[in-house]
């Protein structure tokens, strides 16, 4: 199919509206809201297509239709298969991505390097991970995305875009700086650039710096990439004559830079000690580098300023649109769908972030999604679908799969973009839960409310009331792990790790067995930890119905398992929105 693109859609184009049930509908209540198109990079069945139209859905036998319109991209069919085969229908595709250029700053210094200066060393090294403590890793929690640091310590603008080409445009091209001619997969759908203080340092003209990030500008404007810039901030070696200069760029940069299509960012006022002419008290290694705690901190303050800039990734649009005029003979919908992303943040080879959602059987549905960082590729997995048994020449899959990126930021996992009529309610669970037992169900109560407009969530019980009857859907996250206070010494461990129940007027609604990762602790040679386990159920529910959510693990009784509680974006959480 050629080089996997990224295309940014201004709007969802609504394609035989009077077929979408006023529940699948999606509200993309901002206008700076954006659907991006994903193109399957490989699958697992024989249909799969570049260029598609609803209609294909209905001629198994005329997947691939004219490519000649951009905008058919994204559609994916396979043959059925025998539910919990090892052939079940899958897809790869493309998630968008970002990339952080610059300095010292970028690449995480003092603590920490990027994957061009591994290890203190003049290198490419594609598998060097990003840390916590370093803004790609800390950016990747907070808006999703996986974000590839290029950042270099001591370089001006002018290195920067002397490697643009490769380091940006993911472009087959060598500066010379020893790093070869290629480093990224294909475009980012964002640049996040921190630079210009070593210009000042070495004496750099302020029309030199500005002709540079000007440049910058217009490169990333013209290839559809989105731009932020983060203004110079404050250095406590600096003469006055560097500070007049950090203040004259400031303002050229906010005034000038969104000419050219790109966000400015405050760095300035997060880095000075408001009652002193010092870096800020506590958050810096030097008098410019900041540690591990300031990054983090700067992080969560950029994302704050994102607000209305679409960087944040909320889940996948879903469609499988069919010709009205002509019912489908050979097409079934999907109904469960798993989705896997490989961990890119220096976690152990092969592993992945699993999340898993019942479909409802619309045209149009929202999956959340909460890669936090750690994947730019999906691998979707259809479970089951809703035609009863497998007939012969019968398909499943999608005319387009598209990635929802919203301009909001959220502490909470997920957030669900379809018709929410009503907000629901969010919480997480603060402390851990030790002593998971294997007999017997623990009820997960999550003990820190986060937003409760209507009142639904009882914090010490755990359990969710439903308000009014209607269609809801609830997100669950679980961060499971051993308890290394209690070593498990099973150097292996069949599927099936984890029982998650979900109950709804205590009644079973999901039984869901997942498999941890590596289950014994770091004093047995294991991690220590496991995979974030996310699960979405839609149900009809009636006001009054009590929800709540329970565990168990089946690693033998010797075994001791908790659930990690914390106030970060990769802990233990709940959401619950009502859909219709």
């Given amino acids: 199919m050629g080089k996997p693109k990224i295309k940014i859609l201004q709007e969802l184009v609504d394609i035989h509206t009077s077929e979408l049930a006023d529940n699948a509908k999606l509200d993309i209540n901002k206008s700076s809201d954006k659907i991006v198109n994903t193109i399957a990079t490989e699958d697992g069945g024989n249909y799969s297509a570049g260029y598609y139209t609803y209609g294909h859905l209905n001629n198994i036998s005329s997947v691939i239709s004219s490519n000649l319109d951009p905008d058919l991209q994204g559609g994916w069919l396979s043959p059925l298969a025998p539910v919990n085969d090892e052939s079940l ?12 250029i610059g300095d010292s700053i970028y690449e995480g210094h003092t603590a920490l390097h990027s994957r061009l200066f591994p290890n203190d060393v003049v290198a490419y090294d594609p598998d060097y991970p990003n840390a916590p403590g370093q803004l790609s890793y800390e950016l990747g929690l907070i808006t999703g995305m996986y974000w590839f640091n290029h950042g270099i310590g001591g370089q001006e603008t002018d290195n920067i875009w002397n490697r643009w080409r490769r380091d940006v445009l993911a472009e087959t091209y060598d500066p010379g700086d020893g790093r070869g001619s290629n480093t990224l997969p294909r475009k980012p759908y964002v640049v996040h ?11 750099y003209l302020s029309a030199d710096i500005q002709e540079r990030m000007t440049l910058m500008a217009k490169s990333a404007r013209d290839n559809g990439i989105i731009c932020i810039f983060d203004n110079i901030g404050f250095y406590n070696s600096a003469t006055s004559d560097m500070k007049a200069q950090i203040a004259l760029m400031n303002t050229w ?18 880095s000075k000690q408001p009652d002193a002419e010092t870096v800020r008290t506590g958050f810096y290694a030097d008098g410019v580098h900041l540690n591990k705690r300031g990054y983090a901190s700067l992080a969560r303050d950029f994302a704050k300023q994102l607000g209305g800039v679409p960087i944040f990734l909320k889940g996948l649009i879903l469609e499988s649109l069919l010709d009205p005029l002509e019912l489908p003979q050979k097409y079934s919908r999907p109904k469960i769908v798993k989705v896997k992303l490989p961990l890119k943040t220096g976690q152990i080879s092969g592993e992945e972030l699993m999340f898993k959602s019942e479909l409802l059987n619309n045209p149009r549905v929202f999956m959340p999604l909460s890669p936090q960082g750690f994947g730019y590729t999906a691998k979707i997995i259809i479970n089951n679908w809703y035609l009863t048994g497998v007939i012969d020449n019968t398909y499943t899959g999608f005319s387009k799969i598209r990635v929802l990126m919203s301009e909001t930021p959220s502490n909470s996992l997920f957030e669900n973009k379809i018709n929410t009529t009503s907000v629901g309610c969010k919480a997480h669970l603060l402390a851990d839960v030790d002593n998971i037992a294997e007999e017997t169900y623990t009820d997960i109560v999550f003990s820190t409310i986060d937003s409760d407009p209507d009142d639904m969530y009882n914090e010490s019980t755990g359990r969710v009331t439903i308000p009014e009857d209607g269609i809801y859907t609830f997100n669950v996250a679980i961060s499971p792990s051993p308890d290394p206070t209690t070593p498990y010494d099973g150097a292996t461990v069949g599927p099936g790790c984890y029982n998650i129940l979900f109950k709804l007027n205590n009644v079973v609604v999901l039984n869901e067995v997942v498999q941890a990762l590596d289950n014994r602790s770091k004093a047995t040679g294991g991690v220590g930890y496991t995979n974030l386990i996310n699960i979405a159920k839609t149900l009809y529910c009636t006001k009054g119905n009590p929800f709540f959510v329970q565990i168990k693990h089946n690693l033998g009784a010797a075994a001791k398992m908790r659930i990690n509680g914390g106030v970060n974006f990769t802990e233990t959480t709940l959401a619950v929105y009502k859909v219709s």
Wanted: aromatic share 14%.
């Fill in 89 to 100: 229908p899958w897809v790869k595709v493309d998630l968008p991505f970002g990339v952080g």
């Fill in 253 to 270: 940069m906010a005034t000038t830079l969104p000419l050219y299509g790109a966000v400015v960012l405050d760095y300035y006022t997060f």
């Fill in 193 to 203: 650039i921190h630079a210009g203080i070593n210009d000042i340092i070495h004496g």
